[in-house]
């Protein structure tokens, strides 16, 4: 098992930036890849962003690229997205995720960002 908390969410004005964290516990070292997917009411979950266990390899969704940065703490066992020049469709409630060698999918709880003046 693993289990999954987000933080970093809130209110941003548009332009600004904002460092989403997940940290991780239990069973860490069957974690094969991470990664950060959002949901805005009514419309279905995507695929943020992604990295490899050893953040060797990272994936970007073309909506977020060049504003959106992935990475990993591996000593911390915490992933992170900073996210910057945020804009009012970037709201949405942000979810991580790992999936293990098995290809077990876990979440976290959620983090709700909102992008507004």
């Known amino acids: 098992q693993v289990q999954l908390v987000e933080s970093g969410g809130g209110l941003v004005q548009p332009g600004g930036s904002r460092r989403l964290s997940c940290a991780a516990s239990?069973?860490?070292?069957?974690?094969?890849?991470m990664g950060w997917y959002r949901q805005a009411p009514g419309n279905e979950r995507e695929l943020v962003a992604l990295i490899t266990s050893g953040g060797g390899e990272k994936y970007y969704a073309d909506s977020v690229k060049g504003r959106f940065t992935i990475s990993r703490d591996i000593a911390k066992n915490t992933m992170y997205l900073q996210m910057n020049s945020l804009k009012p469709e970037d709201t949405a409630v942000y979810y991580c995720?790992?999936?293990?060698?098995?290809?077990?999918?876990?979440w976290g709880q959620g983090t709700q960002i909102t992008v507004s003046s």
């Open positions: 995720n790992a999936v293990n060698r098995d290809l077990m999918k876990y």
């Open positions: 239990g069973n860490i070292f069957s974690i094969n890849a």
